[in-house]
């Protein structure tokens, strides 16, 4: 109980201390949150994950959650780096409702650099794309 106690009045303390910091936003703060909500209309999170293990197995993860009213895609792209640029080795879509899942393996070969390329989108009632957000994971030598 004592435990629950002191978590209550910690949880309570820092909501206190955040609309304390709320209070000193300036205008510029506002415009670089509106800003960024309106980028991604229809995008209510994105994720990737990546990773190349021992035996040179791929793990490609990417996915999107789309706003109500919109539908969710995500794109993964397998690069490898050769002679200096990137080049898409194997990609993966999928499309859905409200949120969309790509979860591959991919066996690589050894000797070079990977990346993951995951474009995320929010697609309106016709299928055209409202936004759309591309991040590269971290890089992997195999």
């Keep these: 109980m004592k435990r629950s106690l002191a978590f209550l009045a ?3 303390l820092s909501l206190s201390s955040i ?4 209070c000193f936003a300036d205008e510029t703060d506002v415009k670089i949150v509106e800003e960024i ?3 991604y209309v229809g995008i209510d999170s994105i994720s990737h994950y990546f990773d190349i293990s021992s035996n040179g197995t791929a793990t490609c993860y990417g996915t999107t959650r789309s706003s109500s009213g919109y ?4 794109k993964v792209e397998l690069q490898r780096k050769k002679s200096g640029s990137w080049s898409t ?3 993966w879509t999928a499309t859905n409702s409200s949120y969309a899942v790509i ?3 991919y066996s690589v070969t050894s000797g070079y650099s990977y990346r993951l390329k995951v474009t995320h989108s929010a697609l309106d009632g016709n299928g055209t ?5 591309t ?8």
Excluded: W
């Design 129 to 133: 794309v409202q936004s759309s957000v």
């Design 10 to 12: 910690a949880f309570i």
């Design 19 to 22: 609309s304390t910091l709320n």
């Design 37 to 39: 909500a309106l980028r």
């Design 103 to 105: 979860d591959k393996e």
């Design 135 to 142: 991040n590269y994971s971290t890089i992997h030598s195999y």
């Design 89 to 91: 080795i194997k990609s």
């Design 71 to 74: 539908t969710a895609k995500v």
